[in-house]
């Protein structure tokens, strides 16, 4: 799905990834889940690209959700993986704490379960080998990458700013379609290691100038990533 001339979703309000295209190349931000890879390379088809032409991989955490197919780039194509030094374990092993769930209504839920379990979720195939990042990075990929730390959901969450899609990815440092409720709008996300901290983090969109706000999950919010943190921090909308 093409948002704007430099910035392509893949997946759904489920899950999704994100690709940054410029004359460069591609940049991915999440790589969702392994049965994304389809979806991954038909966007790329019809961009008259493969996925010799992505560069690298950001995550914006170590979660299983967002690993998808950030390996088989790596392994296949040579493709680095970029993820918070603070995630990087999380990346390469699974190692996390157990987290609460939070709110939950069983059809959005199972709707959850059965979608990750058809793009082939289980088994988990994390990362190798990962490049970590820190708060402040400006990565040499393909729309210059900002890192902007928000830990909370985990330790290492970042958001990644991209000037040139006019655009933050958010991961799960926020959600506009909560995955075990169906809750749609601005709201913090579900499974997340420290919520006091990942609000406190949210004020970090206030340095951001951007148009487009994309969460990992939920459908792409189009507007002020400051007014976006604040409507979660006060109780979504």
């Known amino acids: 799905m093409k948002l704007g001339p430099h910035l392509h979703r ?36 019809g961009l008259r690209l493969s996925p010799a032409d992505v560069k690298g991989v950001i995550l914006t955490h170590g979660d299983s959700d967002h690993l998808g197919f950030a390996e088989r780039l790596r ?61 402040g990075d400006v990565l040499d990929l393909p729309g210059s990458p900002v890192i902007l730390g928000m830990p909370g959901h985990s330790p290492g969450s970042i958001a990644v700013h991209v000037p040139v899609a006019d655009a933050v990815f ?14 749609v709008g601005m709201q913090p996300a579900p499974f997340t290691d420290d919520p006091a901290q990942a609000s406190a983090s949210l004020g970090r969109l206030a340095e951001v100038q951007a148009s487009w706000v994309l969460p990992g999950h939920g459908a792409p919010w189009r507007g002020s990533p400051a007014d976006v943190a604040a409507a979660v921090r006060t109780g979504g909308a």
């Open 75 to 135: 392994r296949d194509h040579g493709v680095p993986v970029f993820v918070h030094e603070a995630d990087a374990e999380r990346a390469r092993t699974g190692a996390k704490p157990k987290t609460a769930a939070g709110p939950m209504r069983l059809g959005p839920t199972l709707g959850f379960f059965w979608y990750a379990l058809r793009k082939r979720a289980v088994p988990t195939t994390y990362v190798k080998e990962v490049t970590a990042v820190q708060d």
């Open 10 to 45: 893949i997946g759904n309000d489920i899950v999704a990834a994100y690709l940054v295209v410029t004359d460069e190349g591609v940049t991915v931000v999440d790589a969702g889940l392994p049965g994304h890879w389809k979806d991954l390379t038909r966007e790329l088809e």
């Open 170 to 183: 958010v991961g799960d440092a926020l959600t506009t379609r909560h995955v075990l409720t169906g809750r």
